[in-house]
């Protein structure tokens, strides 16, 4: 069955410290992957996501991302976080045949941040 | 540019009733896809809505039941409302493939 995991439901870093959040699929291919935030009373707003082609994706607001074929990881990195980095963070998955657009998403990690 | 837009942004309802959400996707946008977040949960694909029709269905009841219009926007109504369908739903709509853009959702109460 097609899953992701975020091992990590709540983390807390200090703000300027680095950051790694985890996400690991279970899938019949390599699928489309993607990243999202989502701050309270929010909707989802995309950071990243990795089609093909280099497997270390920029994003937004200074985010990267590495997919690891051989783990079948897709962990969000960002080096130096900030105050507004808060929020939650959702790994998902698309399937890249048939035409459809469903995204399957992990359960989500939240991020604090101490200043 | 308007982003999607999603009405109501609270709602509460009694079980048993129905409910009907209601979404208007960002401009150029002609797909439209439904989730629903429960609490401390990620979001549940529904189904999604091209050219008026249904073209993927997650694993929902029939109690979920959706609709597009000629103008791409869309209605999900949910029929005999459970307790467990206390969720914040979601709409997205896109053009091109994955390029998805999010509402700020529909918390529905159900008491």
């Known amino acids: 069955a097609q899953s992701v995991t975020q091992p990590d439901i709540h983390i807390t870093v200090s703000e300027g410290a680095s950051l790694e959040l985890r996400c690991n699929y279970s899938?019949?291919?390599?699928?489309?992957l993607f990243w999202y935030v989502q701050s309270p009373g929010q909707g989802l707003q995309l950071l990243l996501k990795?089609?093909?082609?280099?497997?270390l994706v920029q994003g937004i607001k200074g985010f990267e991302a590495e997919f690891k074929r051989s783990q079948s990881s897709f962990n969000l990195r960002k080096p130096s976080v900030h105050w507004s980095d808060a929020a939650e963070y959702f790994c998902?998955?698309?399937?890249?045949?048939?035409?459809?657009?469903?995204?399957?998403f992990g359960a989500g990690t939240r991020l604090a941040v101490h200043p | 540019d308007a982003g999607v837009t999603q009405s109501p942004t609270h709602l509460i309802k009694t079980r048993g009733q129905q409910v009907t959400l209601r979404c208007s996707p960002k401009?150029?946008?002609?797909?439209v896809s439904w989730y629903q977040q429960a609490l401390g949960q990620g979001p549940q694909f529904i189904f999604q809505?091209?050219?008026?029709?249904?073209?993927q269905r997650g694993n929902f009841p029939d109690r979920f039941s959706g609709h597009q219009f000629p103008n791409y926007s869309s209605e999900l109504n949910v029929n005999a409302l459970l307790l467990g369908d206390s969720a914040l739903y979601l709409c997205?709509?896109?053009?091109?493939?994955?390029?998805?853009?999010f509402g700020s959702g529909t918390r529905l109460t159900v008491v």
């Open positions: 990795y089609f093909s082609g280099d497997t």
């Open positions: 998902a998955v698309g399937a890249r045949s048939g035409g459809y657009n469903k995204l399957i």
């Open positions: 997205a709509s896109n053009r091109e493939h994955y390029g998805y853009t």
């Open positions: 401009s150029g946008h002609d797909t």
């Open positions: 899938y019949g291919a390599t699928p489309y």
């Open positions: 809505y091209y050219e008026e029709e249904e073209r």
